[in-house]
């Protein structure tokens, strides 16, 4: 397969930290360019090989997958940070594997004057009526407009071509018509009738409304759907509800305080839908995460954002590259994140692992790392230059131990850009800093170290994004400019943690 990686130019530049861009996407700054805005329209469709796409065109943003037919549609809301009063078209990715994505550009754009009610597009849904025909829902936003936000309809000819049916549009005064958005619309057969949640307001919290229709056009609210349950009357954004192995899921992201994306599980479509006991699959490097089935398989497709100014050091920005991470279905409902098997088919190619220096006191045991519990130990290796699938085994850890893995390392601290394994605390944790006891995580999901005599990781590294997967119960994903082109290491402290079965695929 060729492996032509999407913006390998852009992303080069922007592993060494050489890019002058301003940062900030359209909620924040709102003026930079979008990387190789003059790509023609022939180099903007080729299919290229990335496991966390952005295309010539922008940033990925809030995502909406739709599958047909053996192929993912992976429609998003395009940041390009031109600084046009006009913001947010609709622009697609498809795939097939999960590893190669063909960029059909914009499929839906803004309106024409900022005088429409969708002078910006909002997140929505694709879906193919009971008829066969194509929709899109979307959200209209005008910054200037009362109500600012407004449910919009458009009908497809295909899967690309859509026109925008303009009287369909519709608000409710019975909901905060400033936060008034994201439809998720399909049919119910039972009921005869199709569903629409949309995020809202009620009562000053966050809800998601329900309403049916019987022709797509004219729509009945049907009250409150879901009302935030986390005590912090959060806008719940990007809903999705499907059923799969017998369950209903509802997921949805926290606009505050963590910014994360959550589910709920329940017996029927009407709920009630249960906060499991681990609600959350990835930290806060993963946003507006929709689920999606292929049929045997359900994905949860968000995206990873860049960094303010295009710096590791900075916060997260809006929009950057989409992610797209498989669940699993345990005994008792819970949905876990796994390595997606398409990118371990494709990524099979063994890499050597080249050392570059050792702590004196680390000990080698053919290609397994011993650490002995010094002050502050580490194991170099040199730089991965192309899209990565890093696996290993970790054992003989224990209580109050830290240890992890930090590229960008230096010989005496633990890198600029950390995974730390916080045994005591029992998360994973992600540092943009080397000064790990003078700085707050970036990220963190929480892990129980407690009764395991052994942990297996999997790291997906790819076009400035790493995915770690953990005993396929969690995944931490984090923006990392520097994750390709600069050295990487093991560390522990005061730890004599085990590292093993240490392999490399490209």
């Not at 360019?33 to 469709?45: L, M, T």
Request: one cysteine or more.
């Amino acid at each position: 397969m060729k492996r032509k990686r999407i913006l390998c130019a852009v992303l080069a530049a922007m592993m060494l930290l050489v890019t002058a861009c301003s940062g900030g996407s359209r909620s924040a700054s709102g003026t930079e360019a979008p990387p190789d805005a003059e790509a023609s329209a022939g180099e903007a469709r080729e299919e290229a090989f990335s496991l966390f796409p952005m295309t010539q065109d922008g940033f990925v943003g809030d995502t909406m997958p739709y599958f047909e037919d053996g192929r993912m549609y992976i429609y998003y809301l395009l940041d390009q940070r031109d600084g046009k009063t006009g913001y947010h078209p609709w622009a697609l990715l498809t795939t097939e594997d999960y590893c190669t994505y063909e960029n059909a550009g914009i499929v839906l754009p803004y309106g024409e004057s900022a005088f429409e009610q969708d002078n910006a597009l909002g997140t929505g849904c694709v879906m193919k009526d009971q008829e066969g025909h194509y929709h899109a829902f979307f959200t209209g936003h005008n910054d200037y407009y009362a109500p600012a936000e407004a449910i919009m309809h458009a009908e497809g000819t295909d899967l690309t071509t859509f026109t925008k049916i303009k009287e369909d549009t519709f608000t409710d005064e019975n909901y905060s018509t400033n936060d008034f958005r994201d439809p998720y619309v399909f049919y119910v057969p039972e009921e005869k009738c199709y569903w629409m949640l949309v995020v809202t307001r009620k009562d000053n919290t966050g809800v998601i409304a329900r309403y049916t229709s019987t022709d797509l056009h004219k729509w009945k609210d049907e009250g409150v759907f879901f009302e935030d349950d986390m005590g912090f009357g959060t806008n719940m954004e990007c809903p999705s509800l499907l059923q799969f192995g017998g369950k209903w899921y509802l997921a949805f992201s926290d606009q505050w305080p963590d910014r994360v994306v959550h589910y709920r599980v329940g017996d029927s479509i009407h709920g009630p839908f249960v906060k499991p006991e681990k609600d959350t699959v990835d930290g806060n490097g993963f946003y507006a995460g929709r689920l999606e089935k292929d049929g045997d398989h359900l994905y949860l497709v968000g995206w990873n954002g860049t960094k303010i100014g295009h710096d590791d050091e900075n916060d997260y920005d809006w929009a950057g590259s989409a992610v797209v991470h498989e669940l699993q279905q345990t005994a008792d409902g819970s949905l876990v994140p796994v390595v997606n098997s398409h990118i371990k088919e494709t990524l099979n190619k063994p890499v050597a692992l080249t050392p570059l220096v050792a702590a004196d006191t680390v000990k080698l045991d053919g290609e397994a790392v011993q650490f002995t519990g010094a002050r502050y130990e580490m194991m170099q290796y040199d730089a991965f230059e192309n899209a990565t699938r890093l696996e290993a085994d970790i054992t003989g850890f224990d209580r109050g131990e830290l240890f992890g893995i930090s590229f960008a390392p230096d010989t005496e601290y633990a890198g600029a850009l950390t995974y730390l394994f916080n045994v005591a605390e029992n998360r994973v944790e992600f540092y943009n800093t080397p000064k790990l006891f003078d700085s707050d995580a970036q990220s963190f999901m929480d892990f129980d170290f407690s009764g395991r005599d052994k942990i297996h990781m999997t790291m997906l590294i790819s076009d400035g994004v790493v995915s770690l997967y953990l005993d396929d119960e969690i995944a931490l994903t984090a923006r990392m400019y520097r994750s390709q082109g600069t050295a990487w290491q093991f560390f522990g402290i005061e730890s004599d943690v085990r590292i093993e079965n240490i392999a490399a695929y490209e």
